[in-house]
């Protein structure tokens, strides 16, 4: 069945093909062998047979006139289409730094929930010094987690060790140079040690 289709879309081509021909070939047997030698073919005369009323059309038009309106048309509608552009990529600019300052803030959330995540199975031990040992041992086992220093820092504040304090903030504020927590303790330390005798 579906080799019928092609067959009858072929016949009705080679008709309409046929039938084209047939109505050319009635001009063309009117035409005298003396008109189509006595035309010079040239391109001006090829677009005139072919396309009368496009030609025609173009005659009448003054184009030395309307060529400045059409520049002047021209330069306003690229203008507008800059601004457009313009305006579209000030859209997307924005539109990436919401992203980027969004992604910023979700990784800083999801630093802080690894962080807490470490330190809730520390702040269990209720002894600061049992805290400090789970902390040293923690630290043995990942000496490069800025978190653990801090952590130990505030143990050793809590036990009044404020050397010791102050070298874990330290070592906290080294893995960690943009640290705000560790660099507060640590002014803090420097207040407290101004004031301690010496």
């Not at 019928?4 to 109505?23: D, K, N, Q, S, T």
């Not at 490069?144 to 874990?168: C, F, H, T």
Request: hydrophobic letters at 45%; aromatic letters at 10%; a positive charge.
């Amino acid at each position: 069945m579906y080799i019928f289709i092609p067959l009858i879309i072929f016949l009705i081509a080679v008709g309409y093909a046929v039938f084209a021909v047939r109505r050319k070939l009635e001009f063309l047997k009117k035409i005298t062998p003396e008109a189509i030698q006595d035309r010079p073919a040239s391109w001006q005369t090829f677009w005139s047979e072919m396309f009368p009323g496009v030609v025609s059309f173009s005659q009448r038009v003054e184009w030395q006139e309307n060529k400045v309106h059409f520049l002047a048309e021209s330069e306003k509608l690229l203008r507008r289409m800059r601004l457009l552009f313009l305006r579209l990529d000030a859209s997307i600019h924005a539109l990436i730094n919401r992203l980027r300052h969004k992604t910023k803030r979700e990784e800083a959330i999801l630093e802080q929930q690894a962080d807490d995540a470490v330190v809730m199975p520390i702040a269990i031990a209720l002894d600061p010094k049992e805290e400090e040992q789970l902390l040293i041992m923690e630290i043995a086992k990942n000496p490069k987690d800025a978190l653990l220093y801090r952590k130990l820092g505030d143990v050793y504040i809590k036990i009044n060790n404020y050397e010791d304090a102050k070298q874990s903030f330290s070592k906290a504020l080294e893995l960690n140079p943009k640290d705000a927590y560790a660099s507060r303790k640590l002014s803090w330390l420097a207040g407290i040690a101004s004031k301690l005798p010496v």
